[in-house]
């Protein structure tokens, strides 16, 4: 299984997770001095906004385990802007690492998928869009829209593969207390209210793995 954005708070709790149900996983990050503090699991460490991290990642994961039944992609970065300032922000990098990235990473893995399907297996793709993807919020309009594409995307991709046996699963929890709105790629986070535990949607994203799952919206965190 490939985790991409292992070394995030949500990914290494989704790392874990996985670790204890007896998983073989790659673990995907940008800094390899994190990703080196995971025993057990191979890692690659390359930064998403890279021309060719995509091929990388995926190529690396398929010689690791010798095939690829499952990815979770808990990459992400936000960013705070009204559209006032959108046209001066990183959208570039926005856009490539919340949404570009991951749909290369689906369409690059899928022959591994495939084959995958093809042995009687039930290969997997979980993204987490978030609540922003289905209800934009004035204040984060470049991040809402990067996220839209990419719950677009999974939605158009998971009825495309079905016949393939390929299972795409969006998930979109609303506010996560992972720490990652005090490291914004630009802007300053407005006051938002006590989130999601970071530990609990862990255990509901795996979940969903395990259950068969083909979408998780916001209520199916309800609790968390």
């Known amino acids: ?3 991409v954005g292992a070394s995030g708070a949500l990914g290494t709790l989704i790392a874990e997770r996985l670790a204890e149900r ?15 503090a995971s025993a057990g699991a191979a890692t690659v460490a390359v930064d998403l906004t890279e021309a060719d991290a995509p091929e ?13 039944d499952a990815i979770v992609v808990a990459a992400g970065v936000v960013g705070f802007d009204g ?8 959208l570039e990098t926005m856009f490539t690492v919340n ?8 369409s690059v893995a899928l022959p591994s998928l495939r084959d995958s399907a093809a042995e009687g297996n039930e290969p997997v793709v979980l993204t987490i869009s978030g609540i922003v993807s289905e209800l934009p919020t004035a204040g984060l309009a470049s991040y809402s829209a990067s996220k839209a594409a990419l719950a677009a995307y999974v939605a158009a991709a998971g009825r495309e593969l079905r016949r393939s046996g390929i299972r795409l699963v969006d998930a979109r929890p609303g506010h996560t207390e992972t720490g990652l709105a005090d490291r914004p790629l630009f802007g300053t986070a407005p006051r938002f209210p006590h989130g999601h535990d970071p530990a609990n949607v862990a255990d509901r994203l795996v979940r969903a793995i395990e259950d068969g799952s083909t979408s ?5 965190f309800t609790g968390a």
């Open 1 to 3: 299984m490939l985790v």
């Open 22 to 36: 007896g998983a073989r996983l790659v673990l995907h990050g940008r800094d390899p001095a994190r990703l080196g």
């Open 56 to 68: 990388t990642i995926v190529d690396r994961a398929v010689e690791a385990l010798g095939g690829l």
């Open 83 to 90: 559209v006032a300032e959108t046209a001066g922000r990183d």
């Open 99 to 106: 949404a570009l990235a991951p749909m290369r990473i689906i």
């Open 216 to 220: 998780l919206p916001p209520d199916a």
